[in-house]
């Protein structure tokens, strides 16, 4: 069993920067890959970004990809999305989830389930 607790959403200007935090429980967090979401108003759930068990790999959604970065540390059991340049299509509810799968955009393989954190994007 693993339990997630994001952080780190707010508001922001258009261009700045936030970084979230998804907090995980239980020992085995070095076995799960991991994955951020997001869910917009009258959107359904995409994908934005998922890293390797080990860190190794990471992928990302076309529309975040040379702005956001995913990253996680192991030893402080907690998955990290750092967003520059941020966008006002960027606004959402963003979770984080974890799967015992290897790293994956598909919501249906993920397990695990932060309740969000907000980030909204003022233009």
């Known amino acids: 069993q693993v339990q997630l607790v994001e952080s780190g959403g707010g508001l922001v200007q258009a261009g700045g920067s936030l970084r979230l935090s998804c907090a995980a429980s239980g020992r085995t967090f070095s076995s799960y890959a991991m994955g951020w979401f997001r869910q917009a108003p009258g959107k359904e759930r995409e994908f934005v970004a998922a890293i390797s068990w080990s860190g190794g790999s990471t992928y990302y959604a076309d529309s975040v990809k040379g702005r956001f970065t995913i990253s996680r540390d192991n030893a402080k059991n907690t998955v990290y999305l750092q967003m520059n340049s941020l966008k006002p299509e960027d606004t959402a509810v963003y979770y984080c989830?974890?799967?015992?799968?290897?790293?994956?955009?598909?919501?249906?393989?993920?397990?695990?389930w932060g309740q969000g954190t907000q980030v909204t994007v003022s233009s």
């Open positions: 989830a974890a799967t015992s799968r290897i790293a994956t955009m598909r919501d249906d393989y993920y397990d695990y």
